[in-house]
């Protein structure tokens, strides 16, 4: 980002002691709530870091998964099987939580 953008107005013309206010939105988080049949259609990316490998593609269900687990901590087979996500996604979103990821392969 540069000094002026597309859209903004230069400052030069805004008159003098006018009241403004910056507002930074690059870190905006919103919830879209989507209704169940459409989820399949929704994804989103993670990429890897420096393009060392593939970016992983994730659909709202391994989201919801993750956040599952953070409450309740159950096993990856419980997660495999309540969210319907394949045992590697399972076994990632125990391996990532903090407080299960030293139980070692029990939860896994």
């Not at 003098?16 to 990316?45: M, Q, S, Y």
């Not at 989201?63 to 159950?74: L, N, Y």
Request: net charge neutral; charged share 20%; hydrophobic share 35%.
């Amino acid at each position: 980002m540069g000094a002026l953008q597309p859209g903004l107005p230069n400052p030069a013309v805004l008159p003098e002691n006018w009241h403004l206010l910056i507002v930074d939105f690059k870190d905006c988080f919103f919830t879209i709530h989507l209704h169940p049949d459409d989820t399949p259609r929704f994804a989103f990316t993670l990429p890897s870091i420096n393009k060392e490998a593939p970016a992983q593609r994730f659909e709202w269900t391994f989201v919801k998964a993750r956040e599952a687990h953070s409450v309740f901590h159950q096993n990856a087979k419980g997660l495999q099987q309540q969210f319907n996500i394949t045992k590697d996604e399972a076994r990632g979103v125990v391996r990532t939580c903090p407080e299960c990821s030293h139980h070692g392969p029990g939860l896994g």
